[in-house]
């Protein structure tokens, strides 16, 4: 498993992480226990959490991993989010108060004494920033924490926190998470370029546009059974459109004429963009971590990137829900 810096920190990680929201959700006890045995023995070194996660039952994500893990969980990254209340407010989360607190509840169900990479879950309009990043760096002081990152901010709220920091004296952000994939191209409009000039690594999150990148989805058929855009219509309604028809039309048209997969091509073109440090996927069952890491193999050359450019060329929309 290649293994790569997060941005110019000395955090590294496996080029190809885990995400766990269907940990304790989509997969049950035993179920989850498989799917993280099988990420940890193939070498998959970032595992991405939450205290929200499942949605159904927040916090048991937390909970199931840390116990699955055991001793184990001094090899890996372990990484979750703070930000989003637990009871499904849509405002507030990143108060000096909530950090504190959310950070020992999820040392506590993660069952251990530091978290590795803590992250701001979403931009909170209700806190200063300052607020937030001097909570952050009072827990790297403490031990708590080692490294910190956000998700879904935008390029404007990456730099100003990053300039907070520095004025401030207090640690910054190694690492953004925000939505990036074939589909899902926002990040080139501007926030790659504030990354790379500041230093930070990309964790992108929906890699697979929800599982349209894995090929098994087809125009006016029936959503397959248990897939995700199955029973989230939210979800559904945002990659389900015309325009990521067509463009997963000329992408399979681009993939036969080289031999390759859809999946070989969600993995290798997001690892082959600038600034990019590890693809978090997730995964309901152990052969999926397999075909995750093996789709991550292939590296497209200039002229298939140029190709890729003409198909997938950036636009700008509203985020996932």
């Not at 992480?17 to 799917?35: F, H, K, M, P, Y």
């Not at 703070?82 to 020992?104: C, H, K």
Request: a neutral charge.
């Amino acid at each position: 498993m290649e293994e790569r810096n997060l941005g110019r920190s000395g955090l590294r990680v496996s080029a190809v992480g885990l995400g766990c929201n269907n940990i304790g959700g989509r997969c049950d006890w035993e179920a989850s226990r498989a799917v993280v045995h099988a990420a940890l023995d193939s070498g998959i070194t970032l595992f991405d959490t939450a205290n929200v996660y499942p949605r159904g039952d927040r916090g048991r994500s937390e909970e199931y991993l840390g116990k699955i893990l055991g001793d184990r969980r001094k090899e890996i990254v372990l990484a979750t989010k703070v930000g989003i209340p637990m009871d499904g407010g849509r405002l507030g989360g990143l108060s000096r108060r909530t950090v504190m607190a959310s950070a020992e509840e999820s040392l506590r169900r993660l069952g251990t004494d530091w978290i590795d990479l803590y992250q701001f879950h979403r931009f909170d309009p209700l806190t200063p920033v300052e607020e937030t990043l001097r909570a952050m760096d009072d827990l790297v002081r403490q031990g708590k924490v080692r490294y910190i990152g956000c998700s879904r901010f935008a390029a404007w709220q990456v730099v100003d926190a990053l300039w907070t920091s520095q004025v401030n004296g207090l640690n910054a952000f190694v690492s953004c998470q925000n939505e990036y994939s074939l589909l899902a191209r926002e990040p080139d409009l501007g926030l790659l370029d504030a990354m790379a000039a500041k230093g930070l690594g990309m964790l992108p999150y929906f890699p697979l546009a929800s599982g349209l990148l894995t090929g098994k989805y087809r125009r006016d058929a029936p959503l397959p059974g248990g897939a995700r855009l199955s029973y989230t219509p939210e979800l559904s309604g945002h990659f389900v459109t015309d325009h990521n028809w067509a463009v997963l039309e000329r992408l399979e048209r681009f993939c036969a004429a080289r031999g390759r997969t859809l999946l070989e091509l969600a993995f290798s073109w997001l690892l082959a963009r600038p600034t990019v440090a590890s693809v978090i996927a997730g995964a309901t069952r152990p052969e999926q971590i397999a075909g995750n890491i093996a789709a991550a193999g292939w590296k497209p050359g200039p002229e298939d990137m140029a190709d890729i450019d003409a198909i997938t060329a950036p636009v700008r929309r509203a985020p996932a829900p």
